[in-house]
């Protein structure tokens, strides 16, 4: 059986600590450099081993390692972890090719120069990386498939915070361009408790500000256009010049908001340059490496600004944002929030009609377990095969490489396809106006637009509506959080089928566990869930993506498809099944939080 979380690193680290000193190596004690001919990896580059000591906790959690910006900048500790990657991929990796990029925060483009020497030093013949170490999650996947690369390092902590107070992150994705599963993260975990030699090429740095190719001897750095193979890809699931012509239509109009992150060169080049949107559309869209002061999740709370300008007098019919890396994407319309687990139902339920590259049907679909039923429904419906999977997006992966899922998503404002092996904002904001633009084939322009708010009524009056919210508690004691979990295993210990928790019955409680229906590999301790049996759900789990202390997330579904219903508001629909959450949780007495931080 796995170990939590927790006693899993704190075993590691006790039994790191045995046999060496963690933190950055005393300027006295680091023997002298080592450079050896025989080490060079790769013919004409030299090759120094540097001296180094383990750091403790560079432990990957839901996707990647992040930190606060400080801790990465410490000596060794990226090329730490980087070498260890390396390690853990073995022999594999010699005479391959590497894709590298990030979201443009703080830290990045010292990174990716320590990367590139490490890649070489590593036997890396070639590594192609972004102008500037620039390249979204969801084009770096795309970059990594397009040129058959071995692989690919993401440098960016993605919703997170930027800059030298806030994080930093790091992550590695595979050939398929999809983020490592479990069993190399946790190789590489291993690798960090004993790494000792940095294998570093003495090559200088390279200049990533301007597009070509540098060679060091044999090694090469290709310094490429970051939206170009992500464009190729689009083009290949989407109708373009069909785009075109809807949002050349006087009567719609759209803003996207970058939040001041990596999408903003991406929608000046799809929605502007490619589709023909007015620049005016792309809000905050240079890049900026703390993310102009702010927090770059597309959410009601985060993404104010453009809640502002949807809930304006005369706003536009389409709102649009994305997170730090693009990956995630938050749709709104006049006055209107499409939640993302309906998001991901609506857009299955219409791709076959309205986006070419599904054209044939979908193969399956799939969600993380805390994101609400609404895909299932489609799913029974379309009777597509249905995967409900831990929160993640690498659990994905491996069912769209069996061919089993064509698109799938998560709560947290995560929706994709297996065009790529990421999730994907631009895709999802594609999506959604492909969508638009098929509903309102027969409207003449001027006439009653069918907006986004009539696309999820239409979804909702057919399949019902599961209203979802989720509550994130954020930076809680560790401690204090792991004790509310330890007494909520305890109610699941001693509830059964039939406990009364409120208004509602008891059908099953249990931690999430999952068997990987392809190689069968088993995550488990997912999330503690309580299932009702009017399909009603309440979910608790810690994120594994926060910097410091522990972050509480309390997700809450229910289910109506009474027509009088349908357009409650979410909040007041779920008070009191969120009331229940509260108390069985006793969640204010363990954390001393009345409110959450967010509500989404
Ligand atoms: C969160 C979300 C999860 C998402 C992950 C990465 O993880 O809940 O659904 O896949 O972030 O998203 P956690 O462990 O904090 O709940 V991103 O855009 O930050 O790469
Ligand atoms: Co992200």
């Known amino acids: 059986m796995r170990l939590t979380q927790t006693t899993r690193g704190a075993r590691a680290a006790t039994r790191s600590r045995d046999v060496c000193v963690f933190g950055p190596v005393p300027a006295r004690r680091v023997a002298s450099v080592r450079v050896s001919a025989a080490m060079a990896a790769v013919s004409g580059v030299t090759v120094k081993e540097v001296p180094t000591k383990p750091y403790e906790g560079q432990k990957t959690g839901t996707s990647g390692l992040r930190k606060k910006t400080k801790e990465f900048m410490q000596p060794n500790y990226l090329a730490n972890w980087v070498q260890s990657l390396f390690a853990a991929l073995g022999d594999e990796v010699k005479g391959k090719s590497l894709g590298l990029g990030g979201d ?49 390092l993401i440098m960016s902590a993605s919703h997170n915070p930027g800059g030298p107070e806030n994080d930093f992150g790091i992550k590695f994705n595979y050939s398929g361009g999809e983020p490592a599963p479990e069993r190399i993260t946790d190789k590489i975990y291993g690798e960090t408790t004993k790494v000792a030699v940095l294998n570093m090429a003495d090559i200088p740095d ?8 540098t060679k060091f001897g044999d090694f090469e750095v290709e310094v490429v256009d970051p939206v170009a193979d992500y464009l190729v890809v689009l083009k290949e699931v989407f109708d373009f010049p069909m785009l075109k012509t809807f949002l050349a239509r006087k009567d719609f109009s759209l803003v996207f908001d970058a939040m001041h992150a990596v999408t903003g060169p991406y929608a000046k080049r799809i929605l502007v340059e490619e589709l023909g949107a007015p620049a005016s559309c792309v809000k905050d869209g240079v890049p900026s490496p703390d993310f102009n002061g702010g927090h770059p999740d597309p959410n009601l709370t985060y993404a104010e600004e453009l809640v502002k ?20 994407n938050m749709v709104l319309g006049d006055k209107f929030f499409v939640n993302p687990s309906d998001s991901v139902a609506i857009i299955a339920a219409n791709a076959q009609a309205c986006i070419p590259y599904f054209k044939q049907g979908l193969k399956g679909v799939a969600r993380s377990m805390p994101t609400s039923g609404a895909l299932d429904r489609v799913a029974a419906d379309l009777k597509l095969p249905f995967f409900e999977t831990p929160t993640g997006w690498k659990f994905f992966g491996n069912l769209m490489d069996a061919g089993k899922c064509s698109v799938c998503g998560e709560e ?3 929706t994709g396809g297996d ?7 631009i895709f999802a904001v594609l999506a959604w106006l ?16 069918v907006t986004v708010a009539d696309v999820a009524t239409k979804h909702w009056q057919k399949y019902g509506r599961n209203f979802f919210s989720r509550y994130d508690y954020e930076e809680c004691a560790s401690a204090d959080a792991d004790k509310m979990v330890a007494h909520l295993r305890d109610v699941i210990a001693k509830s059964k089928k039939g406990d009364k928790f409120g208004e509602f019955v008891l059908e099953k409680a249990d931690d999430f566990e999952y068997v990987d229906p392809i190689d069968g590999s088993k995550a488990s301790k997912q999330g503690l869930r309580f299932v009702f049996s009017d399909g009603s759900r309440i979910i608790f789990r810690l994120s594994g993506t926060g910097s410091s202390g522990a972050t509480v997330r309390l997700y809450i579904e229910q289910y109506t498809n009474d027509p009088a219903k349908l357009q409650l508001d979410a909040q007041k629909a779920l008070g009191p099944i969120i009331q229940v959450a509260l108390e069985m949780s006793q969640l204010e007495k363990f954390t001393g939080r009345k409110e959450p931080t967010v509500i989404t």
């Open 104 to 152: 443009g925060r703080y830290y990045g483009k010292e990174a990716a120069q320590i990367i590139i020497k490490l890649a070489a030093g590593n036997g890396f013949k070639r590594v192609v990386v972004g102008q500037d170490a620039l390249m979204a999650t969801p084009a770096a996947s795309a970059l990594i498939r397009q040129r058959k690369l071995y692989g690919g």
């Open 206 to 213: 390279v200049d990533l500000s301007k597009i070509g190719v």
């Open 309 to 328: 300008i949807m809930w304006a007098d005369k706003a536009p019919a389409f709102g649009a944002a994305s997170d730090g890396d693009g990956d995630r």
């Open 412 to 414: 947290s404002f995560g």
């Open 419 to 425: 065009h790529i092996r990421e999730k994907d904002g």
């Open 434 to 449: 492909s969508i638009l633009a098929h509903a309102n084939k027969g409207v003449p322009d001027g006439g009653k637009l």
